[in-house]
């Protein structure tokens, strides 16, 4: 009887946390078990592959380091090409376009709500196909000889003598893939920003004229922002992800991974040159561990600016 | 004498926010808003456009942006082709529909249950989950391709429906909206309900569910969204052409790498994306007031 004592407790104990946990930890558990699979999982394995040779056929080799370093000091595409054109298209689409979606939702905001709905709506229509219909329409824009609208229109006002390939040439791909994605970047960050500006209280704005702000611009800064920091944290971290995520554009555009001499290659490319063309999943695995801290490393410069205090 | 004075500039300053009707101020940003939206516009015209172009327009010289006669040729000729394999198109077509409905379906299920318990209930993982969840925001799918892969190699689940679903269901976007959401809902509601002895299943839907339709209107079309749009699965992990998506199909008649882009496949491939386009176009149109409401809890936490 004494000696069963603490063994009844503590399965009392257990059937109480069970009682009052388990529908919670039920609740969660198929959103838990698809994130294990399809997120925490891969993460995992690559960081693992990263330290590998791995060629899919042949079981992984460890290799330490090794793929960090040929990384950094032999990867001659890499550093020649593909850093470089990441952190361009980065620079120019990530606050870019973070910007532009700032400034076209604070101007939004000052229209009434029919006009507002509709131009919010044409503004995120873009983002809604991202990606596969678009290749229609940007390939016939850009196309390459006389018929690409581009082409036909500079023709008309004599602006070139014959056509260009747009798509085909080193020097236009990398501006025409910024434009595009620039195009396409008032997703769901936009309508946050939009939602988050709306909702400020109206008497800030009159405490801040009592306290003397002038202008438009005075209040944007001290009481437009301050009060939607949230908002634009949230819009900042899913600038950042579109960004690299937009990466797939250039291979779209040109028809070809690398793309031309390697104009528009991308990490994102880079990763899917190496691991699915060349079969160097080990590589390829180091250098999506490299994206993603690259990622986690400008959401927490976001999360510094946007910090609540 | 104050007082009006007061109101007077109160309302001038309210002119700025959320303004109820139209005032001359408002015309500087319309100027800009204008052009700008019948720039992004363009390309949404050119889809319906070049759709329903007959062929001696869709290879005009000059170019035609806007077609003149009108035929539902393109969109004829789409259906009764077949592709490379003699799989017909309807079938891409129904692939896409299931595999959207079971995913949009299946993802509002799996991100609101998630989220009520992350938000109302009490227990020991709650904080750690939620941080994890919030870490996950950042997660750039494209990155772990390939780890993906091997996962999905060996589950077995190459070459099935599923992996058309099962991918698409982990949405920390879509859980973070939704707790973010049902965060505005009282405790007290919750709390009430237990008191009256309701078990927790019940309370979700009678309670939770009910007064979160903006936020599962949203998450619907988010999910719809990379759901109907997601060419990639097919391409990575189906080699059945029977399984493979509208979204894959139509890659096949862009891609100038092999070699499809030929002249017959023009119309086609402008029909096809009108069709891939128009069911985001009018979702989000019927949604755009639940997304705007969801949207002002999406507040990150810096």
């Known amino acids: ?85 990441t952190i361009q298209f980065a620079v120019i689409v990530g606050p870019g376009g973070y910007l532009l979606a700032f400034i076209l939702a604070w101007m939004l905001a000052q229209l009434p709500k029919v006009p507002r709905t509709i131009f919010a709506l044409i503004l995120y229509s873009p983002s809604m196909t991202a990606g596969v219909a678009m290749t229609v ?79 438009r611009f005075q209040e944007i800064i001290y009481i437009t922002i301050p009060s939607m920091k949230p908002q634009m944290l949230f819009g900042a971290v899913m600038a950042i992800v579109a960004t690299f995520q937009a990466g797939a554009i250039g291979v779209t555009l040109s028809g070809s991974n690398p793309t031309p001499q390697y104009a528009g290659q991308l990490i994102v490319n880079h990763i899917e040159d190496y691991g699915f063309l060349r079969y160097e999943m080990g590589y390829a695995a180091a250098v999506s561990v490299v994206l993603l801290l690259m990622v986690w490393f400008f959401a927490r410069v976001a999360n510094r600016l946007f910090r609540e205090d | 004498m104050r007082r009006r004075w007061f109101q007077f500039s109160s309302s001038y300053r309210n002119r700025g926010i959320n303004p109820q009707g139209f005032h001359p101020s408002q015309l500087k940003f319309y100027l800009i808003l204008l052009p700008l ?56 077509l129904f692939n896409s529909i299931l595999v959207t409905v079971v995913t949009v379906a299946a993802s509002v299920v799996v991100s609101s249950t998630a989220a ?66 049902i965060d505005g809902i009282p405790d007290e509601v919750v709390e009430a309900a237990q008191i009256d002895g309701a078990s927790d299943v019940w309370i979700y839907w009678q309670i939770i569910l009910p007064m979160i339709r903006p936020a599962i209107a949203t998450i619907a079309i988010l ?47 402008a029909a096809a994306s009108l069709i891939m386009f128009l069911p985001n176009l009018i979702i989000f149109i019927f949604m755009q007031s639940q997304v705007m409401s969801t949207m002002s809890h999406s507040g990150l936490k810096g």
């Open chain 1, 1 to 85: 009887m004494q000696t069963a004592k603490p063994q009844s407790s503590f399965m009392s104990s257990l059937k109480k946390w069970w009682m009052k946990e388990a529908s919670a930890y039920g609740f969660i558990s198929g959103y838990a078990l698809m994130f294990l699979i399809f997120i925490a999982i891969p993460v995992a394995v690559a960081i693992l592959l990263s330290f590998t040779f791995f060629d899919t056929i042949q079981p992984p080799r460890f290799l330490a380091l090794k793929n960090y370093i040929t990384l950094l000091t032999q990867d001659d595409i890499f550093m020649r090409y593909v850093l470089p054109n």
């Open chain 1, 137 to 215: 329409v940007w390939q016939a824009l850009f196309s390459g000889d006389q018929t690409g609208y581009l082409n036909s229109f500079l023709l008309s006002l004599n602006l070139i003598q014959e056509p260009i390939q747009w798509l085909q040439s080193p020097q236009y791909l990398m501006p025409i893939m910024i434009i595009v994605t620039l195009w396409s970047s008032m997703g769901v960050g936009f309508l946050a920003m939009l939602a988050g500006i709306l909702e400020i209280n109206p008497e800030l704005y009159e405490a801040g004229s009592i306290d003397g702000i002038r202008n």
């Open chain 2, 37 to 92: 939206s019948a720039f992004m516009l363009l390309p949404m015209v050119f889809i319906f456009s070049h759709a329903f172009k007959p062929p001696d327009e869709l290879f005009a010289y000059p170019p035609r942006f806007f077609v003149v006669n009108p035929t539902l040729k393109n969109f004829i000729d789409l259906f009764s082709r077949m592709s490379a394999s003699s799989i017909p198109v309807s079938r891409y």
């Open chain 2, 116 to 181: 009520y318990a992350l938000s109302k209930k009490r227990f020991k993982l709650k904080q750690t989950l939620f941080a994890i969840n919030t870490v996950a925001l950042m997660f750039v799918p494209i990155a772990v391709t390939i780890p993906r892969f091997l996962i999905i190699e060996r589950l077995h689940l190459m070459d099935t429906f599923w992996v058309h679903i099962l991918p698409m269901l982990a949405m920390p976007v879509g859980l973070f909206l939704i707790k973010q959401f």
């Open chain 2, 223 to 269: 999910s719809f969204q990379a759901a109907w749009n997601n060419a990639d699965t097919s391409a990575l992990y189906i080699n059945n052409e029977s399984l493979k998506t509208f979204a894959f199909y139509l890659t096949t008649l862009t891609s100038t790498t092999t070699g499809a882009n030929v002249v017959a496949g023009q119309g086609i491939a």
